[in-house]
């Protein structure tokens, strides 16, 4: 123990003398921590929240009964049901949209408490805890979440008013209960819904007999299990969040394992005197473990409670992207429990074991009186260097084959992660083959030095390299695939969204009526009704739209691959046309032949492929008439017109008192594309805050790593200001040797990003959202971001230059007294 002690206080001792490493190592820990803690809060958040919505209505083994065909039941199917002996609980859901200017639209949930199945848990309390007099008995009870109360701005026991005027009743705080979601009685939803004797689904309790012939044309037997569907659609976003959130951690681990083997290699000579005089090698290797635990909790612990912090200040932007992408509700607060705080420690522990095990393990493997000897350092570095280029060439290889027989999302994450630290593994290895043959042009001693000193850091600055490579190139390809998608997104708007306005109508005759008296104005030049459904095709849920054949479509709707005679087919009912991501979930391609659920079961043929981007469901594209005869249940639910020049107003004000429509049924073509535009925004804020972040992480590493250089840089700077180089000059090589060094990573780090980004839009999206983009490649914006990548370094050069220029003669003379 005697031993330890002296050992600790030893060690601890350099950090008195070296105090920006001690701050570069906890600041790596601390960095990388905060990032990763950050993302993991946003997704632990959102997951929770979903769990939640989930566990609205959940039972250990629920069986639910649903439509085949449309989005409601009668009621009378439920009556006949029960007659049968069948113990089910019909629920109706839909979206209500509440009184006041920016209110939200909430989730509404209506139930039968009378005949809900026996282990059914409604917000995380047991049905048979249900009072059920007060919940069904005037004046009812609304149950509501803690953040939907607040969202509203109103107090328990207030009544809350619908867009339509129609009062809510009672509000009852269930803390239990999801984000935007409201539950009721279901005749009070009956009421708030204005859907009179319909339901949306049927929860069974127990194991589900054979459906009668007569009702399985209206009925399909599906486990609870549909109720994930929204965590299944927001998996992938997660997921991209969550590679983010390693990337950042792993550069920020660079900046700590830097600082610590830059420390080892200083304290060569204490390692061999401790070694000397008779501490082992098992007591030292054990107190630079507890150095660095300490290291480790420390960082962790602030790290942690930077993540909290940063997970806080992207929350808005984050619940933006999910609800704008899947319509999922995610608290504006984060409730975060113990668990995760100890996990976020752990993780630092952990990020620290990572960073410095190599440069223990090289310290334990050197000789005992090689260890004072930076010769013998630099060349362990050697054997190190050709381990890594093999391990950059095996994980080249399994990128490869990730790329080439990989069809699936983690093969796709495998492809980017081996791919980003085959690269960052070479790197050290290219730029010495680089800065090696840039010696052989080197005539004259001043640059033979300044290339071979070159060399000589590379060791050390090898990490801070490799964060600016990953940061640059993650930058690019992120970058790319984000502004192609703008540039697709933006395209795809102006062709699908080219009417004026677009009426959205719930009620069949009203919509009936609007189309007919838009027959009759000679503002309107064009109206365009569409039918809809939702269904379910190979357990996928899918909206059917029909269309007229109408030539509008043939000109504003475009496709990705069709056959040569698609809009003719679809006109005339002998085909189909699919979204690309409902097309690339069933496997189906142009030619081959769709089933739908109708009744007789009928097929088409696959005319045309169209991007659908945004849409978290599958699409279908029929023709109206033949969706018509075949499913009566589709509803007329919209219209696009277009207008006269300067009647649009006109149109709208008689729209308003004629068929009393709000501005929630009348969408203008400009609104409709800036909202889309701005979910398009926000959906990336979280992404490119992560980017900007790591960059300026990796500018951290390299000014770090050049800081904790420059003391032991002046035994190679002194001897040539004795030569008679003059210390600005030697301020000029120095600077030279960053830049050289930083051009060079940014100079692979370009066509690594530009490959990054192809990997994105070719295989992470592909398998992610089921979107194919056009790999776009901008060089303006390659141009910025490598102008970007030599500022950050040199910024992160300016301090250790201007400390340079600070040093006096007598500070340059004493390392020559030194070496004696």
Same mark, same amino acid.
């Given at each position: ?443 004259? &001693? ?150 739908? &659920? ?152 370009? &066509? ?56 006096? &003669? ?11």
């Amino acid at each position: 123990m005697t031993g330890l002690v002296v050992a600790l206080q030893a060690l601890l001792s350099h950090w008195r003398r070296h105090r920006v490493q001690g701050v570069s190592i906890f600041l790596g820990l601390c960095l990388a921590t905060t990032l990763w803690t950050g993302v993991q809060a946003l997704n632990s958040q959102a997951r929770n929240d979903y769990a939640r919505a989930s566990a609205v209505l959940a039972a250990p083994s629920q069986v639910q009964l649903l439509p085949r065909t449309g989005q409601h039941l009668s009621q009378a199917l439920y009556l006949e049901l029960r007659s049968l002996g069948w113990a089910v609980s019909p629920v109706l859901e839909g979206r209500l949209v509440m009184a006041g200017e920016g209110a939200p639209s909430l989730r509404l949930i209506g139930i039968e408490p009378l005949t809900l199945p026996h282990d059914l848990r409604l917000a995380g309390s047991s049905a048979e805890r249900l009072d059920i007099q007060a919940f069904i008995g005037p004046p009812g009870q609304a149950w509501i979440g803690p953040d939907t109360l607040r969202r509203l701005g109103l107090a328990p026991g207030q009544t809350a008013y619908s867009a339509q005027g129609l009062a809510l009743p009672s509000l009852q705080v269930q803390a239990e209960l999801a984000p935007g979601v409201v539950l009721v009685d279901i005749g009070q939803a009956q009421r708030l819904l204005q859907a009179p004797g319909q339901v949306s689904r049927l929860l069974l309790d127990g194991p589900a007999p054979g459906l009668p012939d007569e009702l399985a044309h209206w009925l399909s037997v599906a486990p609870a299990s549909d109720e994930g569907d929204l965590q299944r659609l927001t998996e992938s976003f997660h997921l991209n969040l969550s590679a983010l959130g390693l990337l950042a951690f792993v550069v920020g681990l660079f900046i700590a394992h830097a600082a610590i083997g830059l420390a080892l290699e200083q304290r060569r000579g204490l390692i061999r005197t401790l070694r000397a005089c008779g501490v082992s090698l098992r007591t030292v290797l054990l107190a630079l473990s507890l150095e660095l635990g300490g290291f480790a909790v420390l960082g962790g612990l602030l790290g942690v409670a930077g993540g909290y912090l940063l997970a806080a200040a992207l929350l808005p932007d984050f619940a933006a992207s999910v609800g704008g992408l899947y319509g999922a509700q995610v608290a504006g607060h984060l409730s975060l429990p113990a668990s995760w705080w100890a996990t976020g420690v752990l993780v630092s522990v952990v990020g620290a074991l990572l960073a410095g095990v190599s440069a223990v393990l090289r310290a334990a493997r050197l000789p005992l009186l090689a260890l004072a000897q930076a010769q013998a350092w630099r060349s362990a570095q050697g054997p190190w260097l050709r381990r890594q280029a093999l391990a950059a060439l095996g994980l080249g290889l399994l990128a490869l084959g990730c790329g080439y027989w990989g069809a699936s999302l983690p093969a796709a994450f495998t492809l980017l992660a081996s791919l980003l630290l085959a690269a960052a593994l070479a790197l050290p290895v290219l730029l010495d083959h680089m800065l090696a043959g840039l010696g052989r042009w080197a005539r004259r &001693p001043l640059a033979q030095w300044f290339v071979a000193d070159s060399r000589q850091q590379l060791p050390a600055l090898s990490l801070a390299l490799m964060a600016l490579l990953l940061a640059l190139a993650a930058s690019v390809g992120v970058g790319s695939m984000t502004e192609g998608f703008r540039n697709t997104f933006n395209g795809w708007l102006e062709q699908r969204l080219s009417a004026d306005l677009y009426l959205t109508l719930g009620d069949s005759d009203q919509a009936a009526s609007i189309d007919q008296w838009l027959d009759q104005q000679a503002a309107v030049t064009l109206h365009l009704p569409t039918w809809r459904s939702e269904i379910h095709v190979q357990g996928w849920p899918a909206q059917v739209q029909g269309v007229l054949d109408a030539p509008w479509y043939r000109q504003h709707w475009p496709l990705l691959s069709h056959t040569a005679d698609a809009w003719t087919a679809l006109g005339e009912g002998r085909g189909v046309m699919l979204s690309e991501q409902l097309a690339r979930r069933l496997h189906v391609g142009l030619g081959q032949r769709l089933s739908l &659920p109708l009744h007789p079961t009928v097929s088409l043929n696959v005319v045309g492929l169209y991007a659908d981007y945004g849409n978290p469901k599958g699409h279908i594209l029929l023709n109206a008439d033949w969706l018509r005869s075949h499913w009566p249940q589709a509803s007329l639910s919209g219209i696009a017109l277009t207008v006269a020049p300067g009647q649009l107003s006109a149109v709208q004000a008689q729209l308003r008192e004629r068929f009393a429509l709000d501005d929630s049924r009348m969408v203008e073509q400009a609104s409709l594309k800036a909202w889309s535009s701005e979910v398009f925004s926000r959906t990336f804020a979280a992404t490119t805050a992560l980017n900007g972040l790591t960059l300026g992480i990796a500018g951290v590493a390299l000014l770090l790593g050049l800081l904790t250089l420059a003391q032991s840089r002046l035994g190679q700077l002194a001897p040539l200001w004795a030569l008679g180089v003059s210390r600005p000059r030697l301020v000029l090589l120095a600077l030279a040797q960053t830049l050289l060094l930083a051009t060079l990573t940014v100079l692979l780090a370009l &066509p690594l990003g530009v490959l990054l980004a192809w990997c994105l839009v070719a295989m992470v999206n592909v398998q992610a959202f089921g979107w194919r983009l056009p790999l776009q490649v901008f060089p303006l914006q390659l141009l910025q971001l490598a102008g970007l990548g030599l500022l950050t370094s040199l910024l992160a050069s300016a301090w250790p230059l201007w400390r340079l220029t600070r040093q006096r &003669p007598v500070d340059l003379l004493r390392q020559f007294s030194d070496e004696r």
